[in-house]
């Protein structure tokens, strides 16, 4: 494996999407700590839907004043609560942008133009099946948004990641993940749970991985546990991992299991939301996105905020 810096965080700038629900609360709550741990930048966004509503005659009866007053409102939300984050900790990087755009492709044009590294994404915890069926926001986030993504439950109260469950389920961008969860352990005195879960097919690759990850850690003189776990259903293995260690967080690869079942709450990525009461932290390298002009006409305003 090849040699990993730890001394820089890979973590420098944060966003936080906003949409002023009381999930969102916890959610800047972590990445607050995250920030100041890391030195990170923290970007606070919200984005305006730009709707309009015409009558039987093609009439705008509702659209640009409506929107106006909504980027207002936002405006002032988001300056209040930068101010009160800066009182709080004076060394705390902000910026908040406010756009107008759909909330399902504006947030990842904000992560490509500001070069985020991480978004930190509140959640209710855990989904009703509706929701898991037809797909919740934070799912919607977890697989547009082109940087790492961080799921924050609501009833999450943990302001550190001392316990770090590291599952090694899948092959891919480990060094990645490994880099990232050392630098996670050495900003929180936190301990890395190595757990390398799989079943017989895949099995003696990942035993080699693990064991590749496993000397790493002891070369560095990480604090770390280890085990191996043979099973036929990864998600429900790390949700149960998660809760019996009483984890902080889980550091898991951006590579979905089973994507014939998308459409169902059976697929990995859901199993896992809806299932594990920890964060949870899904590595996904940065990759070069050209993001084309906007098509749609409105507001589109970005509030850089000095220091």
């Not at 389920?169 to 390398?196: E, M, V």
Request: glycine share 4%; net charge positive.
């Amino acid at each position: 494996m090849e040699s990993i810096t730890t001394s820089a965080s890979p973590i420098k700038k944060i966003a936080v999407p906003i949409d002023f629900s009381p999930k969102c609360e916890n959610a800047v709550k972590t990445a607050v700590q995250m920030a100041l741990r890391h030195r990170a930048k923290i970007f606070l966004v919200h984005v305006v839907n730009p709707y309009f509503i015409t009558d039987r005659a093609g009439r705008q009866i509702i659209g640009g004043e409506s929107i106006s007053k909504d980027i207002d409102a936002a405006i002032r939300r988001l300056e209040g609560l930068r101010d009160l984050l800066s009182e709080r900790h004076p060394n705390l990087k902000i910026e908040t942008i406010v756009q107008t755009g759909l909330v399902t492709d504006t947030p990842n044009d904000i992560v490509v133009s500001h070069h985020i590294d991480l978004a930190v994404i509140g959640t209710s915890g855990h989904q009703k099946l509706k929701q898991a069926l037809l797909g919740s926001y934070s799912y919607t986030m977890l697989t547009s948004l082109n940087c790492s993504v961080m799921l924050v439950p609501e009833e999450f109260k943990t302001n550190s990641f001392r316990h770090i469950l590291f599952p090694v389920r899948t092959l891919n961008h480990l060094r990645t993940k490994l880099r990232l969860a050392i630098a996670i352990a050495n900003r929180n005195d936190g301990i890395i749970n190595l757990s390398g879960i799989g079943n017989s097919n895949n099995f003696p690759k990942l035993k080699r991985e693990f064991l590749l990850l496993k000397r790493s850690l002891r070369n560095r003189k990480q604090r770390f546990q280890s085990e191996l776990v043979l099973t036929d259903d990864n998600a429900e293995t790390i949700s149960k991992l998660s809760n019996e260690k009483s984890c902080d967080i889980v550091m898991l690869n951006y590579e979905d299991e089973m994507k014939w079942k998308s459409l169902f709450a059976e697929n990995f990525f859901k199993k896992i939301i809806n299932n594990t009461e920890s964060a949870l932290l899904f590595i996904k390298p940065k990759n070069t996105v050209t993001i084309e002009p906007a098509t749609y006409s409105g507001y589109d305003l970005t509030m850089p905020i000095p220091g």
